[in-house]
């Protein structure tokens, strides 16, 4: 157990850091649920879920988990062939107990498998996407949804298009002018810090906010044509009294249980949903400057819980997502304690204070998630994975380009297959040398045998001479596939015709004697 001061220390670090993350998570959250086509108060209901519930359950100390973008186009198209949203939250709840039956298989191993290019490709697009994606919003156009990361939008624009659009049309001046100023000070922000005092702990997206609030009111005091309308705002669905508050939250309709629809969409957001947890945690574990690992089981018992309890109160569904997480670990979160916290805020700002949130500009958080891109793909990104050589640079710069050009979910699985290509490239070097010394011959494995191996060690076989002395030395292996045996075992038995004689050498052969059975005397094993 950490000591008291150790204790003291976290929470110096977390309270500050669930601040910064639940002002991230706040437009993000309404952003999701805008473009799923679900009320908004369902998005932050889903924030809160993934903060509180996840958070408490989790074993990752930086994960923060919420709505996905990833998942919207899945969320919306269930929603339109859904009776009531009451129906999808059923779904939802399904999905959670799905995920809790992969934990139970251990299917969160799967994880472990994504190489790490990929990973890095990930964060590196993410990081494109954010700042592309917000500085229309950070200029006050607020023409796509908050969160999004699909290159296409639902009005025909890409990414590219819209980011044109919204610097080559009519500004905003108010949004401009908030979004430069914010940004200005975030980056001075990071560089003048200082290491010791109060103020080390004051996080910069904070006061981004106050600058933006207070800002926008004194441009409606001395310059009235400049300040910020209610749509280039935060905009949280506000009750007439807190008594009402409970009355955004809904039960599932349990009736719809027995259709088709409900579990094809609960399987559908199980897996999907699992992925893309699985995938962020493995890439938050890459940002932690301590370097933990988190149980990737654990992790989909957390988000199955998770769903569980957010498609029981309405929500949406929750997975651990990149842009709050990489926010927790750039404020210098120490703990899941960061995590759970801004889920709390979340609830009590929703629930207390929605009027003062609703003044926000969206152009100072556009700043703040600006910024967070930016560290996620700084240019030493790039030129450390080009220095490491063309099998990790090709992956990560394909994952890049595919992730920004299609949308997440897709662009993972284009870097996927392109990763396992150079894996599977990298396998077919040379595993096996040959060489003779009159009849002296040898066949050694310079490391273990896999299916891929097969025509190569058929290939040096087939070049040892009539009347040789063959030694197999399988010493430098540890595994030697069945397919790669069965072609050991052929060679033994026609080694006799030719006068061979043969020996294994390695403990894995002796291992593997059982199955290497040959039926001449000239066989032993060293």
Partial sequence: MPTSPARLSSIRADLPASIVVALVALPLCLGVALASGAPLFAGLIAGIVGGVVVGALSKSPLSVSGPAAGLTVIVLAAIESMPSFQVFT?????????????????AGILAEFVPSSVITGMLAAIGIILILKQIPHAVGYDGDFEGSFEFWGSDGNNTFSTLW???????????????????????????????????????????VVVIGVVGNLLLGAIRPDWQLGATH???????????????LFSLPDFSAIGTSVVWTTAATLAIV???????????????????????????????????????????????????????????????KASTMLHGGWLLLSVALIPTV????????????????????????LFTER??????????????????????????????????FVFVVARNFRTAITFACDGSDCLVRARRNLYFI??????????????????????????????????I????????????????????????????IQAPTTGVRFA
């Fill in 90 to 106: 059923l779904s939802v709840m399904l999905a959670g107990v799905l995920q809790l039956a992969f934990s139970a298989t251990r």
């Fill in 165 to 207: 659009t919204s610097l080559t049309g009519s500004l905003t001046p108010g949004a401009v002018l908030i979004g430069a100023v914010s940004l200005a000070f975030l980056f001075w922000w990071d560089a003048a810090r200082p290491k010791e005092g109060a103020l080390r702990f004051v996080p910069g997206p904070l006061v």
């Fill in 233 to 247: 705002l935060v905009q949280v669905p506000v009750v007439d009294s807190l008594a009402r508050f409970p009355s």
């Fill in 273 to 335: 949903a699992s992925l893309e947890s699985l995938l962020s945690v493995k890439a938050v574990d890459e940002l932690d400057p301590r370097r933990r690992t988190t149980d990737k089981n654990r992790e989909l018992m957390a988000q199955g819980t998770g769903n569980i309890v957010s498609g029981l109160i309405g929500g949406l569904p929750v997975t651990s997502v990149i842009v709050r997480s990489s926010a927790n670990v750039d404020s210098g979160a120490e703990s």
């Fill in 357 to 380: 949130l609703n003044l926000i500009p969206l152009a100072a958080l556009a700043a703040v998630l600006i910024a967070t891109g930016y560290k996620l793909t700084k240019p030493k």
């Fill in 386 to 419: 080009y220095k490491q050589g063309w099998t990790q640079f090709v992956p990560f710069v394909v994952t890049v380009a595919a992730i920004l050009f299609t949308d997440l979910l897709e662009g993972i699985v284009i870097g996927l297959a392109v990763g």
């Fill in 453 to 486: 191996h097969k025509y190569e060690l058929q290939k040096k076989l087939a070049q040892v001479p009539d009347g040789a002395d063959l030694l197999i030395d399988l010493s430098s292996t540890s595994y030697v596939d069945l397919d790669n045996v069965d």
């Fill in 488 to 515: 050991i075992n052929a060679f033994i038995k026609g080694a006799a015709y030719r006068g061979i004689g043969v020996t294994v050498r390695g403990d894995v052969a002796e291992r593997s004697a059982p199955l």
